[in-house]
């Protein structure tokens, strides 16, 4: 049998530290600029962040350069993995895929990069399978096909207060159709197909934190799933969430509550409310 597989991610995947470490995940950091000082995502605070967007203070964000995916990848290679899988945020959001792919192609051994498609949670569960089936024994195929196969399945649906964070920043994407009414709704959005994508209209906030439960229990259906609610400074939204759901979704396996970090924050604002439904994968 050969070494095994070793599995790199981004810091978009907000994954909890000790349960990242346990799977053996490397994580390569995202870039945060608040006032123009460019730090690593771990290296600044979601409060710090949160109080830069309610002050609307500029803060904008960069991919890694490619020279931190060769680094990830050296070591790696040098602690005996044969084979990496490189699992990352959409492409269509962010260039870091790009930066894996560069950096993949000098790499000193195979390295295979997946695109999720999706981000946060999304992101973290995709990496999580690829991680189990890893430390199975599975080849560089089977780890990356059960990192797209994940992604695949998995239904993200989030609430904002606000569309401006997102509008600034250019990620607004189809969603751009609603800002005409941005002002008079509380719109819940989606991600399709790598962009985010408009779902519903709500008059009230009340009204569309009570819709995402009911979209997310539709996603969840009778299948075992993993949870992940995720805010940023909305941590009684997130709780009560996910006390509702607990309830409403007894098939669910894992629920995992928590604050996104400054790369997703500095795009969707204070107040932000979302929910990953990740159905597990069938043993293989």
């Known amino acids: 049998m050969g070494s095994p597989v070793a599995i ?15 799977h053996g995940l490397t994580i390569v950091p995202l870039q945060v600029a608040i006032g123009g000082a460019m730090r690593d995502e ?7 962040t949160a109080r830069a967007l309610k002050e609307w203070h500029p803060v904008t964000t960069s991919r890694p350069a490619p020279e931190r995916f060769a680094h990830a990848y050296k070591e790696a290679a040098g602690t005996g993995a044969s ?5 990352h945020l959409s492409a269509s959001m962010s260039g870091t895929l790009e930066a894996a792919r560069l950096a993949a192609e000098a790499a000193p051994v195979p390295v ?12 973290g569960f995709a990496a999580l399978s690829a991680a189990a089936t890893a430390l199975s024994g599975g080849n560089l195929t089977a780890c990356a096909h059960a990192a797209r196969t994940r992604a695949g399945l998995t239904r993200s649906l989030f609430y904002v207060d606000t569309l401006e964070h997102l509008r600034r920043g250019g990620r607004l994407g189809a969603a751009a159709t609603l800002l005409g009414s941005a002002l008079m709704v509380k719109p819940l959005l989606g991600i399709t197909e ?11 906030t009340s009204r569309a934190l009570s819709r995402l439960e009911e979209l997310a229990v539709q996603a969840a ?4 799933v993993d949870i992940g609610i995720q ?15 607990r309830t409403r979704i007894p098939t669910a396996e894992d629920i995992y509550v ?5 790369v997703i924050g500095a795009h969707v604002g204070p107040g932000m409310l979302g929910v990953v439904i990740a159905p597990q994968l069938p043993p293989s």
């Open 8 to 22: 790199v991610t981004d810091s978009t995947a907000y994954l909890p530290r000790e349960l990242a470490e346990r």
């Open 258 to 262: 928590g604050e996104v970090g400054p």
């Open 112 to 123: 295979e990069v997946v695109d999720t498609g999706t981000i946060g949670l999304g992101l």
């Open 42 to 48: 771990g290296d600044i605070t979601t409060a710090e």
């Open 231 to 245: 805010h940023l400074a909305a941590a009684p939204r997130a709780e009560t969430l996910a006390t509702h759901l």
């Open 83 to 87: 084979a990496i899988v490189s699992v």
């Open 194 to 204: 790598g962009k985010i994508t408009p779902l519903e209209k709500v008059r009230t």
């Open 221 to 224: 259906a009778d299948r075992k």
